[in-house]
C-alpha cells in the first residue's frame, strides 16, 4: 500500500514537472525531447482501489486447485497482507495466529476472473438511461472508455461476487462499433468511484468487433459499414490513420520539436501498436477471426483473444500459431446466423490443440455461473474423447484469462506472491450443487454465507424491496 | 447388458423409427431396467428400477415391476432414467434466431390480429434448436408467440420434439397475455390500458353479438374475440406473464370478475412476496429460474429462492428459461433445477429438494397447463418421453444416452455432433473438411 503511495507521488511530480516545464504550450524545438511514451499522461483516472483489511488466514484440509493447473487433495492456502503466502499438502507449516478455515470436503481456488462483461457499462435496472454501453453513434469510436460508464452501483457486482466467486472482471465497450473504445479491467469489490475498483496496474485493452453487428448497425443506418468486407475497409482506414499518428508523436518523444495535435480515439490505437494496450475482438466466425489476423499482421499489432468465438475449433491450429487466445462461452449457438455453428466442443478441442482458451460470460447472469460453464464445456470435451483434468479445466477461469488481460503476475493463481484472490466452495465447483461459501479478495474476506453482513447491498437496492436477501 | 449392446440395441430402435417413422414403431414394447428411476412427480429417485414402455405410453416405472417376455429391454445399470425434459416457456420451432427476422414467427406487429394468431401453425419440426435440444434430454415444449400489435400474444401449442413430422401435441393449448411492463407497451403505454383493453376484449368474448368489430373505433377484430371465447370459459388456460407482486395481485383479483378464468403465472419473479395469496388462489406458477437481479423495475426484490418460497407455501411452481439472458436454451433447464437443490445448502435461501427440483422441469409444467395426466412424468399411462441419462440429469457433467418420444428412440446426434465430428482435428486432410461426413 505505501508503495504503491510512493509510485502516485512520484508519478505526480514527473506530470507537474512535465506539464509545468518540459514541455510547454509553446514549445520550441530546441525544447529536449520527452522520450518515448512521456509526452502525456497515460494514466489520467488512475487506480485509487485500496485492498480491505484481512487476518492471515489459514484454509485447511481442502481441496486446492491452483488455477494453474495444478491440484493438491488435503492442501493448505494460506493467506496474510493480502496476498497468497503459501500452498502446499497438510504438511505446510501453519503460522502461529493465523485464523483457521476448516475446508475438510470443500475447494478452494483462485478467484474467478471474467474477462468479458459489461457489467456497470449495462447495469441493472436495464433502463434506457443505464444504456451507457455502446456509443452506437460512429462504427469507429476508439475515443471511448468503458470507465466512464461504469456506474459502480450496479447489483450485479454483488451476485457475480457471492454466486459466481469473480473477483477480478474486464468491463468491455459493446460490439456495435468496430472500434469499440477502451476495455477497464476491475476488482470486484464496491467503491463509491469507479476509479476505486479500477485493478492497479492492469493494461487498458480495445475492444474491436467484426461480423454481423457493426454491419448491421451502420447499415441500418445507410452509411458505412454494410458489409463484412465494409467492415474490414473501414478497419484498416483506420489502422492507416492510428500508424501515421502513431509516427508523428513517436518522431516528437524522441526528437522534439512542435508537439503534434492530441487526438484520444488514435492515442488508443498507438497505444495499441505499442503493445501497451492489449485488443479483444468480438468474433464469431472462423473466417472472419483469419482476416483479422492477417490485418493484425498488416499493422503491426497483435489480436489478444477474439470473444466468443463460436466457430474458433475450427481453426484451433491457426490461433495457436498467432498466439491469439479465444475467449468462449460453453455452448451458446443458433442465437444468431454467425452463431449457428456453435457447438459445446468448442472449448476443449482448442485446448487439446495447445491454444490459449478461457470462459467468459458476456452477461450478468452467466457470470454467476461460469464454473458450470466450464464444467458443462469439460463434460462436452470428455465425451468427445479429449482427456482433461478438473484442475486443468479449472484454468479456463484463472490463469487463462489473467494472462489475457495481461494481469498473470499479479492473480490468476495460487502462487506466493500473488493477490489473495481466492474462493472457498463447499462442495465440488464443477457441481452443480456447489456455491461459494467464502471469498476473499486480496485477502480480505467480503463474502461468507454464513454471515449476512459480509452480503454487499449496493445503493441501488438500499432501502427497495428486497435489500439484504439471499440472492 | 454391457454399454455396447445398450448402444446397440438403441441404435437398432432407431433405425427402425427413422425407417418407419410413423407406424410400427409405436407399437414396441421396451423395458429400460437397472437404472436410478426418477418418476417426475416430486417423488425421490428409486434405485434398480424399471421402466416398461408399450404403444407409446409408459405402463410402468418403479421398482419391482415385471418385464413383459415380449419387451425389447435396454438396460440402464449405472445410468439415470427419467421422464424427457418439459420445456415450460419456448420459442422451439418457430424461432431459429434472434438475427435472423426471416426463420421468425414469434409475433406479428403489423397483423390485424392478436389474440387470435396460432403459433401451432408455423412449428418447424426441421429446424436446427429442435434436434440439439432433443439431444440434450428435451422432449415436449410449450410454445409461446410474443406480443405485436396488442399485450395478447395469441394461442401457445405443445409440442414434442420427435423426429416425426408431426410435432403438435395440442395446438392452441393456452392463451399468452403480457400484463406487465413489456404488456404495457404493447397495449398503448401503460397498464390501465392494457386492463382496459383485456376488459373490452373479455367482454367481446362474452357478448361477440354486441360488439364492435366493424367501426374505425373498433377495438379487436371478430376473429380476436372468437378466440378469447375458451379463455372466458376456462376451456383454454390464460397463461399471464406479469412479475411485479402488484401486479400478481392485479392479475389474481381478475379471478373475482371472470371466476372460470384458469390462470398461470408466468415469470413472477416477486411472487415470493405474494406467495400466499398465490396459493390460495390456486394459480399455478411458471416461474423464470435463477432470476436474482432487478433488471427491469418490477422485478426488484428478484431472488432464486422465489422458486422454493412458491413451492413452501403450496404453488405448484415450475420453472422455465424463460427471461435469463444466457440464450434461449432449453437445454439449460435441468442446470437451472439443479441449481435450486444446491440452495437447499446455503444459509437463508430456499431451494427444492431433488424430487421436486425435477418436477419442476417435468411434471409440473405440464400440471400447470392441466396436461400433466399426458405428459412430464413416468406414471402409468403417460406419453413415453424418456430419457436415459450417464449420470444424474440435474448434473451439468450429465448427457442422454438414449431418448425416447412418444415410445419411439430418437437420434442423439444432431447438427452440433456432426459439426463436433467434422473438426474434432481441425486440421484439413486429403480433401476440405466439405468433403468431410
Not at chain 1, 475497409?233 to 495535435?261: C, H, L, M
Not at chain 2, 436454451?329 to 445448502?345: C, D, H, I, K, M
Request: net charge neutral; with cysteine; aromatic share 6%.
Amino acid at each position: 500500500m505505501s508503495n504503491k503511495f510512493l509510485y502516485g507521488a512520484a508519478m505526480a511530480l514527473v506530470l507537474t514537472a512535465c506539464s509545468g516545464g518540459a514541455a510547454p504550450k509553446s514549445a520550441s524545438s530546441d525544447a529536449p525531447p520527452p522520450g518515448k511514451g512521456k509526452a502525456f499522461d497515460h494514466d489520467p483516472f488512475p487506480s485509487t482501489y485500496k485492498p480491505y483489511p484481512g487476518v492471515p488466514t489459514a484454509i485447511v484440509h481442502a481441496t486446492v486447485y491452483d488455477g494453474e493447473g495444478g491440484r493438491i487433495e488435503n492442501g493448505t492456502v494460506l493467506l496474510a497482507d493480502g496476498k497468497v503466502v503459501g500452498v502446499g499438502g497438510a504438511d505446510l507449516a501453519i503460522p502461529a495466529g493465523a485464523k483457521l478455515i476448516e475446508g475438510k470436503g470443500k475447494w478452494v481456488t483462485p478467484g474467478i476472473i471474467d474477462v468479458h462483461s459489461h457489467l456497470g457499462d449495462y447495469p441493472s435496472p436495464g433502463v434506457e438511461a443505464h444504456s451507457d454501453g455502446n456509443e452506437a453513434t460512429a462504427p469507429v469510436t476508439a475515443q471511448v472508455w468503458a470507465e466512464h460508464s461504469v456506474w459502480p452501483q450496479d447489483p450485479g457486482f454483488s451476485r457475480a461476487l457471492a454466486n459466481g466467486g469473480v473477483t477480478t472482471l474486464q468491463i468491455l465497450p459493446g460490439s456495435a462499433n468496430l472500434f469499440g473504445g477502451r476495455s477497464v479491467t476491475l476488482k470486484n469489490v464496491y467503491a463509491r468511484t469507479v476509479q476505486g475498483m479500477k485493478f492497479p496496474g492492469a493494461p487498458y485493452g480495445l475492444k474491436m468487433a467484426c461480423g454481423e453487428n457493426p454491419k448491421r448497425v451502420y447499415g441500418g443506418k445507410g452509411r458505412e459499414p454494410s458489409t463484412r468486407m465494409g467492415n474490414v475497409a473501414v478497419d484498416r482506414q483506420t489502422w492507416i490513420k492510428a500508424t501515421e499518428y502513431k509516427r508523428k508523436w513517436d518522431k516528437y518523444e524522441e526528437k522534439g520539436g512542435e508537439p503534434p495535435s492530441r487526438d484520444v480515439a488514435m492515442d488508443t490505437l498507438r497505444g495499441v501498436l505499442d503493445g501497451e494496450i492489449l485488443v479483444h475482438n468480438h468474433c464469431y466466425r472462423a473466417d472472419e477471426m483469419g482476416i483479422v489476423l492477417d490485418m493484425a499482421k498488416e499493422f503491426g499489432y497483435k489480436v489478444t483473444a477474439f470473444h466468443h468465438a463460436v466457430e474458433a475449433y475450427k481453426i484451433a491450429d491457426l490461433l495457436k500459431a498467432n498466439g491469439t487466445c479465444a475467449a468462449v462461452w460453453a455452448n451458446w449457438y443458433g442465437f444468431k446466423m454467425e452463431s449457428y455453428d456453435g457447438i459445446p466442443e468448442n472449448l476443449a478441442i482448442l485446448h487439446n490443440a495447445g491454444a490459449c482458451v478461457m470462459i467468459h460470460s458476456d452477461d450478468q447472469n452467466g457470470i454467476q455461473r461460469l464454473n458450470q460453464e466450464v464444467a458443462k464445456a469439460l463434460a462436452s470435451g470428455r465425451r468427445a474423447g479429449f482427456q482433461i483434468s478438473d484442475e486443468q479445466a479449472w484454468t479456463w477461469l484463472a490463469i487463462a484469462p489473467a494472462k489475457a488481460l495481461g494481469i498473470a503476475d499479479k492473480t490468476g493463481s495460487l502462487k506466493p506472491g500473488k493477490m489473495g484472490d481466492v474462493v472457498l466452495w463447499n462442495g465440488n465447483p464443477l457441481s452443480v450443487y456447489t456455491r461459494p461459501e467464502k471469498v476473499w479478495v486480496d485477502g480480505a474476506m467480503l463474502y461468507d454465507a454464513y454471515d449476512p453482513k459480509l452480503r454487499p447491498v449496493s445503493d441501488f437496492e438500499l432501502g427497495q424491496p428486497g435489500e439484504g436477501d439471499v440472492k | 447388458m454391457t454399454r455396447s449392446t445398450l448402444l446397440r440395441s438403441v441404435g437398432g430402435a432407431l433405425c427402425a423409427a427413422l425407417s418407419f417413422s410413423s407406424l410400427p414403431a409405436l407399437a414396441e414394447t421396451i423395458a429400460i431396467t437397472g437404472g436410478t428411476v426418477a418418476i417426475g412427480d416430486g417423488s425421490q429417485p428409486i434405485e434398480n428400477g424399471t421402466v416398461v414402455i408399450a404403444n407409446g405410453r409408459i405402463v410402468a416405472a418403479g421398482a419391482g415391476v415385471a418385464v413383459p417376455a415380449s419387451a425389447t429391454v435396454i438396460d440402464a445399470t449405472g445410468k439415470w432414467v427419467s421422464p424427457g425434459i418439459v420445456a415450460g416457456v419456448s420459442t422451439l420451432g418457430v424461432m431459429e434466431g434472434y438475427g435472423m427476422s426471416e426463420v421468425n414467427d414469434l409475433s406479428a406487429a403489423k397483423s390485424p390480429f392478436s389474440a387470435a394468431l396460432d403459433i401451432s401453425t408455423a412449428v418447424n419440426p426441421n429446424g436446427q434448436r429442435i434436434g440439439t435440444e432433443r439431444s440434450a434430454g428435451i422432449t415436449r415444449a410449450f410454445v409461446i408467440p410474443s406480443t405485436g400489435n396488442t399485450m395478447f400474444a395469441g394461442q401457445g401449442a405443445v409440442i414434442d420434439l420427435g423426429t416425426d413430422p408431426d410435432p403438435v401435441t395440442r395446438p392452441r393449448a393456452f392463451q399468452y397475455i403480457e400484463l406487465g411492463e413489456e404488456g404495457m407497451h404493447a397495449a398503448g403505454g401503460s397498464r390501465p390500458a392494457a386492463y382496459a383493453l383485456l376488459k373490452a376484449a373479455l367482454g367481446a368474448a362474452a357478448n361477440p353479438a354486441s360488439a364492435d368489430f366493424v367501426s374505425k373505433d373498433a377495438l379487436i377484430t371478430r376473429q380476436d374475440a372468437e378466440a378469447l371465447a375458451p379463455v372466458l370459459r376456462g376451456t383454454q388456460p390464460l397463461l399471464v406473464h406479469v412479475e411485479r407482486a402488484s401486479d400478481i395481485r392485479s392479475v389474481l383479483a381478475l379471478k373475482k370478475q371472470y371466476p372460470a378464468l384458469k390462470l398461470v403465472l408466468v415469470g413472477a419473479t416477486e411472487g415470493w412476496m405474494v406467495a400466499n395469496e398465490i396459493a390460495s388462489a390456486r394459480v399455478p406458477v411458471i416461474a423464470a429460474a435463477l432470476i436474482d437481479l432487478p433488471e427491469k423495475f418490477e422485478s426488484i426484490a428478484a431472488t432464486q429462492s422465489n422458486v422454493g418460497r412458491l413451492a413452501k407455501a403450496g404453488v405448484t411452481v415450475a420453472i422455465s428459461n424463460a427471461d435469463i439472458s444466457e440464450g434461449p436454451y432449453e437445454s439449460f433447464l435441468p442446470q437451472y433445477a439443479g441449481n435450486l437443490v444446491a440452495l437447499t445448502r446455503m444459509p437463508g435461501a430456499q431451494g427444492l429438494d431433488w424430487g421436486a427440483a425435477l418436477a419442476s422441469i417435468t411434471s409440473k409444467p405440464a400440471a400447470a397447463i392441466g396436461m400433466d395426466g399426458e405428459i412430464g412424468s413416468l406414471r402409468a399411462g403417460r406419453r413415453a418421453d424418456v430419457v436415459v441419462w450417464d449420470g444424474d440429469p440435474l448434473e451439468l457433467a450429465s448427457h442422454p444416452t438414449a431418448i425416447f418420444i412418444d415410445g419411439v428412440a430418437q437420434p442423439t446426434v444432431s447438427r452440433q455432433t456432426r459439426l463436433r465430428d467434422r473438426y474434432l482435428d481441425p486440421v484439413e486432410k486429403a480433401l476440405p473438411k466439405a468433403y468431410e461426413r
